[in-house]
C-alpha cells in the first residue's frame, strides 16, 4: 500500500492485491484457526480466526494512518 499525506488531505492508494498471492506468504504450518465472535458491535458471531506465529511489522508512521482511518469509519 503507498499511504501519502499532502498537508490535512491523505492519499490512499491500494494497487491490485492478488489474495492468492497474499495467502502463500502464510505460514500454513505454524498458524491455528478457531471459530469465534467479534467483542465490538455488532457483534458478529460467525467469525473464523487465523493467528499466525509470524509477526509482520509495519512503520509506526503507516499505523498512525490506520488508526486515523478507522477512527474515520465511526
Same mark, same amino acid.
Given at each position: 500500500m503507498k499511504w501519502e499525506v499532502m498537508g490535512d488531505k491523505m492519499d490512499l492508494k491500494v494497487d491490485v492485491i492478488n489474495y492468492g498471492a497474499l495467502m502463500n506468504m502464510a505460514d500454513f504450518?505454524?498458524? %491455528?484457526?478457531?471459530?469465534?465472535?467479534?467483542?465490538?458491535?455488532?457483534?458478529? /458471531?460467525? $467469525?473464523? %480466526?487465523?493467528?499466525?506465529?509470524? $509477526?509482520?511489522?509495519?512503520? /509506526?508512521?503507516?499505523?498512525?494512518?490506520?488508526?486515523?482511518?478507522?477512527d474515520k469509519a465511526k
Open positions: 504450518s505454524n498458524r %491455528w484457526t478457531y471459530r469465534g465472535s467479534v467483542t465490538t458491535p455488532p457483534c458478529a /458471531e460467525i $467469525v473464523h %480466526w487465523n493467528v499466525l506465529s509470524t $509477526v509482520f511489522p509495519i512503520s /509506526e508512521k503507516h499505523l498512525k494512518l490506520f488508526k486515523g482511518q478507522l
